[in-house]
């Protein structure tokens, strides 16, 4: 097993992104998940499960994981992760999960891993989903969450709490199988050094726009480049919505449009404790509004969501029908916008996600990933969590395809991409001839701004104190430069720092360790980290490999 852990990690990686995917447009079931009729669907270690368990404990618990974690929880986070590794679709990371965690049931008995009713209880209570504002488990929202969260889903309690045990032996299981793969403390403790080194020299760069200067292709050299890879030439699809953006009747700060009163003369002439009692009793006042207006608007920001909760439901009820006609029970005003490409769609959807975990993502992506199937509900989207405090729900109303451009549709992107990809080989080819002057100059005591210039460089840097946490300047700096320089020996050339249009040779004068002061707490902080990373390997290459032994087999593809 311990073998397979490096195979895996690759595959780790790219589950990360599957399941971030799912955690913000949530799932979108296929028609596998939604059969019902007791079809056969997977066979694993010998036992056959239906359409109707894969619902269950697959696509529906899927589904609940996600809009759990979304709160925040790291391990309903490593839950997903754990099971999914290696999907590259939502639909595969639905099936890996569902199987994992069949393999995991399987696997209490070996390791002997019951989680008791406490124990789930406790875990269930700590949930971030659950909790008050004070951190604490709130029983309305955690009643709430049973009646609608999972009456959606067409789950109960009992399955929370079976979802839950299964989240707790993963966890044991995790520490199980990880608990024999030790961590090298010299080792971590070498890199911790070269991690706390500062490091100086010089930067030696090639700018890409002399060499693109340089190239000027005929007419008859762009169409042969662009028959030889036409089909990387694409037109974007286009996509048309219908779609309701629904904000909470927030109460307005009177206190912040109130502005303080002069001070009156008996202001003025009053004692000092007096003037203290005053001004605790207007801070208390103000103290109080505050939290009264805090108070109302969280009111009316759950009195929105259970009214978005509610137009989704009854979507789902209507198969999608209706759309216009809810939104106009709620006052809330229906857009439908014209065809337009994923990169310049209309600004009221070019808005950000709510999420602190989505900085920069915005709503159009959401919607742009919305898959459809045989069933009309897949046209709507999942409510989408914008700005400070409103929701988003769209319905896909028509979409045009991507299609291969036409040589004329195409021409001018060609000739642009001939002449990036000719001048760029150009520069790494002068850079590689440049670098080895530079290295020649360098062992004769030159010092490299004069071997640059000999080289026919004229843009040199000299750079001091660049560590780990050091941020380069990227307008004349390479942005990974601590890290190409961080194990070159002083008086040497890092490796050649080819980026897009630009080329950096960078000379290491000096390299020095930093000792820390607290250097004994932080080494062990970094090998309590690499063994959970260790943990967390192990249990991908577990998974892996238990899948490989029950011989998992797809009856749905056999049909």
């Known amino acids: 097993m311990i073998e397979n852990i490096r195979k895996y990690r690759a595959l780790i990686i790219l589950s990360l992104v599957v399941v971030a995917i799912a955690l913000v447009v949530g ?11 007791g079809r056969a669907i997977l066979k694993i270690a010998g036992r056959t ?26 391990t309903l986070y490593q839950f997903l992760m754990g099971l999914s590794a290696g999907a590259t679709t939502q639909e595969d990371a639905v099936e890996k999960f569902f199987i994992g965690r069949m393999l995991i049931r399987q696997a209490k008995d070996e390791f002997g891993v019951h989680p008791g009713d406490q124990e789930i209880s406790d875990y269930i209570r700590n949930l971030r989903v659950f909790s008050d504002k004070d951190g604490k488990f709130n029983e309305d929202n955690y009643r709430n969450f049973v009646k609608k969260g999972l009456g959606r889903l067409g789950m109960t309690e009992g399955d929370l709490r079976d979802l839950a045990a299964d989240i707790i032996a993963s966890k044991k299981i995790n520490a199980i199988v990880g608990s024999g793969l030790g961590v090298n403390r010299e080792m971590v403790a070498l890199e911790v050094a070269l991690e706390n080194q500062q490091i100086e020299g010089e930067i030696a760069s090639l700018s890409i726009d002399p060499f693109e200067k340089e190239i000027k292709p005929t007419d008859e050299e762009i169409k042969a480049y662009w028959e030889t890879i036409q089909d990387a030439f694409t037109t974007e699809p286009l996509r048309k919505f219908t779609y309701v953006i629904a904000t909470p009747d927030m109460p ?22 007096a003037k203290k009692a005053a001004a605790k009793k207007k801070a208390d006042e103000k103290a109080k509004a505050a939290a009264e207006l805090a108070e109302a608007r969280r009111k009316k ?7 978005v909760d509610d137009f989704t439901f009854k979507l789902e009820e209507q198969k999608g029908a209706g759309f216009e006609e809810l939104a106009a029970k709620n006052n809330w005003t229906v857009k439908t916008t014209e065809l337009f490409p994923q990169s310049k769609p209309p600004a009221e959807l070019d808005v950000n996600l709510r999420s602190s975990n989505n900085r920069g993502a915005k709503a ?19 409510p989408i969590a914008i700005d400070e405090n409103q929701w988003l729900v769209a319905r896909l109303d028509g979409e045009e395809k991507s299609r291969p451009k036409t040589y004329e549709e195409a021409k001018d992107e060609a000739r642009a991409q001939y002449i990036s990809e000719k001048a760029a080989d150009a520069m790494k080819a002068a850079a590689k ?22 080289a026919g460089i004229e843009k040199t840097k000299a750079f001091t104190k660049v560590n780990s946490t050091y941020r380069p300047d990227t307008a004349t700096e390479p942005k990974n430069l601590f890290e190409a320089a961080r194990s070159v020996d ?19 004068a000096k390299r020095e360790v930093v000792k820390e002061a607290n250097a ?27 899948t490989e032994a029950a011989k998992v087999e797809q009856l749905y593809k056999n049909k």
């Open 520 to 546: 004994a707490e932080r080494l062990d902080s970094e090998v309590a980290s690499r063994a959970s990373q260790n943990e967390t390997l192990a249990f991908a290459a577990w998974i892996t490999t238990q």
């Open 252 to 273: 307005a700060d009177a206190a912040a449009e109130t502005k303080d009163a002069p001070e009156s003369i008996a202001d003025v002439a009053a004692s000092d404790e």
């Open 490 to 508: 002083p008086g040497s050339l890092a490796e050649l720092i080819i980026e897009a249009d630009r080329t950096f040779i960078v000379h290491v």
């Open 27 to 37: 799932l979108q079931s296929s028609s596998v998940a939604r059969g019902g009729n």
């Open 301 to 307: 920001q759950i009195e929105l969501d259970s009214l």
């Open 364 to 382: 159009v992506n959401d919607l742009f990933r919305i898959k459809l199937t045989s069933d009309p509900i897949s046209k709507i989207s999942q």
């Open 433 to 454: 001839v440049a670098a080895e002057k530079i290295k020649t100059a360098l062992a004769a005591g030159k010092p490299l701004t004069e071997a640059a210039k000999e």
């Open 49 to 74: 499960y239906d359409d109707k368990e894969y619902q269950h404990l697959g696509s529906g618990a899927f589904e609940l994981t996600s809009s759990l974690a979304r709160s925040g929880d790291f």
